[in-house]
């Protein structure tokens, strides 16, 4: 009779593996249970809104800085918003060189992706003037550090730095030969705030084994072969998805996936609400944490 003495990562690997099946992760954690969120808001000062995300060891900053633009030619009454993504090379060893620019660039086209459609924000309010002049919002996503999930942990960042923006008020005078001036409220408070109610968050669910968790540590992550990004609303509405990884998954998995997306998002979507308006009533008196307090 051989036996075979396996060793700590063997074990580590192999737990992963089997433990969703009972529905019990190496932290201890269901499948559909994600890790502690800290959210929070206005912590970068020269922004029109910003937000600070920590899931688990995932480390993620936003910041949004409205300027004024142009319309774009085939949607002349509506503003736009354009992202960036820095993946700094202190978050993982994997983002030096080319590796960060590449995942920074997917972490992009992801998130434009999911602002494609009218719903997710209202874009008519970011205009001024048709045709000619409008709000664009850039938004920059700084990766501090990579410990699994980036893709919800972003989403949430993304929607709280939004939550968090003012947008200064507006007026176009129009004089009698026909020209435009555009005059800025005085007033710092007389802003335009966006509503981010339908504005989606990305629920990412890892196939391991033969059931699926979400909110996946770096080890999990490493385990899974197949995972499927999923962008949910607040009301359970899926806006679109999409695979990751090499492996395949099967029409079931997939419904499945999709299933428990749309139930965990709810969730998800219901507390980084009461977070926000919690911070926001909160006002000047609430106490910053972290490096950038």
Known sequence: KASV??????????YIVMGPPEDLRVDGRGCEDYRC???ETDVVSNTSGSARVKLG???ILVGVKAEMG??????????????????SANATPEFEGRGGDDLGTEIANTLYRIFNNKSSVDLKTLCISPREHCWVLYVDVLL???????????????????????IPRVRVLEDEEGSKDIELSDDPYDCIRLSVENVPCIVTL???????????????????????????????????????????????????????????????????????HKEE????????????G
Not at 77 to 86: H, P, Q, W
Not at 151 to 158: C, T
């Open 206 to 276: 890892c196939k391991i084994g033969y059931r699926h968790v979400v909110d996946a540590t770096l080890q999990e992550e490493a385990c899974s072969l197949a995972s499927l990004l999923v962008s949910v609303t607040s009301k359970g509405v899926v806006t679109c998805m999409r695979k990751v990884g090499k492996g395949s998954l099967d029409p079931e998995s997939i419904f499945e996936m999709m299933e428990t997306g749309k139930r965990v998002g709810k969730v998800l979507h219901a507390s980084l609400q009461s977070v926000l």
């Open 144 to 166: 501090l550090e990579c410990g699994g999930n980036l893709f919800d942990a972003i989403s949430i960042a993304v929607k709280a730095a939004l939550f968090n923006t003012s």
């Open 70 to 87: 142009t319309p774009k030619l085939e949607k002349p009454n509506e503003g736009y918003l354009e992202f960036f993504v820095d993946c």
């Open 281 to 292: 009533s909160l006002g000047p008196k609430r106490q910053k944490v972290g490096f950038l």
């Open 57 to 59: 060891h995932t480390d």
């Open 37 to 39: 969120v800290e959210v």
């Open 5 to 14: 003495s396996m060793g700590e990562v063997g074990k580590r690997h192999s």
